[in-house]
């Protein structure tokens, strides 16, 4: 969830013309991987946890691209870029080796 409050700190920065584009969806995929992997643990189904980590993992990807774009735009910092990336980085591997261990790789 950390990555989640780190993305809504950065964009809260971003210029008022980017509330409801780049910023809205920043913080609707880092909202979208905890909740995705919240809602997969509920449904207490081996397969559906499987299958909501996946879609974890998209909505990470979109936030990893989105996040290129911010610094490409000079709305975040390269600091606050490469603190997200490694952050992402970070669930991403969590999210890999959850799979794995779920599907008995």
């Given at each position: 969830?950390?990555?989640?409050?780190?993305?809504?700190?950065?964009?809260?920065?971003?210029?008022?013309?980017e509330k409801f584009g780049?910023?809205?969806?920043?913080?609707?995929?880092?909202?979208?991987v905890c909740s995705n992997?919240?809602?997969?643990?509920a449904r207490g189904s081996?397969?559906?946890?499987?299958?909501?980590?996946?879609?974890?993992?998209?909505?990470?990807?979109?936030?990893?691209?989105?996040?290129?774009?911010?610094?490409?735009?000079?709305?975040?910092?390269?600091?606050?870029?490469?603190?997200?990336?490694?952050?992402?980085?970070?669930?991403?591997?969590?999210?890999?080796?959850?799979?794995?261990?779920?599907?008995?790789?």
């Amino acid at each position: 969830m950390s990555l989640c409050t780190e993305v809504y700190r950065v964009t809260d920065k971003f210029p008022s013309s980017e509330k409801f584009g780049l910023c809205s969806q920043m913080r609707r995929a880092a909202v979208s991987v905890c909740s995705n992997i919240a809602e997969g643990a509920a449904r207490g189904s081996k397969s559906l946890y499987v299958q909501s980590l996946n879609i974890a993992r998209g909505s990470l990807a979109e936030l990893d691209t989105q996040l290129d774009i911010s610094l490409r735009l000079k709305y975040i910092s390269s600091d606050d870029h490469d603190n997200l990336r490694s952050q992402s980085e970070e669930v991403g591997k969590m999210l890999t080796g959850l799979i794995r261990v779920l599907r008995g790789i």
